[in-house]
Nanobody, 123 residues
Framework: QVQLVESGGGLVQAGGSLRLSCAATGGTFDSYNMAWFRQAPGKEREFVSAITRIGSTVYGDFVKGRFAISRDNAKNTVYLQMNSLKPEDTAVYYC?????????????????WGQGTQVTVSS
């Protein structure tokens, strides 16, 4: 059983940057594919980015080069570097993990979830 704890959220002005972290405990981190999702008020949760066990990455269309996902297996942590933030990026950001590689963008295929961290971007 994997436990995921996100951190790094906060309030930032438009155009600013934040780096989110997700620390994993209780499992073999390098066997998991990791992802970030987000949910804005009144909206469905949506895929942001994912990184496989071997470091392949995929991003949601809205990211457009602004975000970068990475992982440090020695620290059991996945990161999401977010640059050029916009007010529409305001959401709760969730970290997720799974062992299967297929369907990296599919929320329903992830087995483990963190509690989320709030990101608020002011205009």
């Amino acid at each position: 059983q994997v436990q995921l704890v996100e951190s790094g959220g906060g309030l930032v002005q438009a155009g600013g940057s934040l780096r989110l972290s997700c620390a994993a405990t209780g499992g073999t981190f390098d066997s998991y594919n990791m992802a970030w999702f987000r949910q804005a008020p009144g909206k469905e949760r949506e895929f942001v980015s994912a990184i496989t066990r071997i470091g392949s990455t995929v991003y949601g269309d809205f990211v457009k080069g602004r975000f970068a996902i990475s992982r440090d297996n020695a620290k059991n942590t996945v990161y999401l570097q977010m640059n050029s933030l916009k007010p529409e990026d305001t959401a709760v950001y969730y970290c997720a993990a799974k062992t299967r590689t297929r369907g990296m963008t599919s929320e329903s295929l992830y087995d483990y979830w963190g509690q989320g961290t709030q990101v608020t971007v002011s205009s």
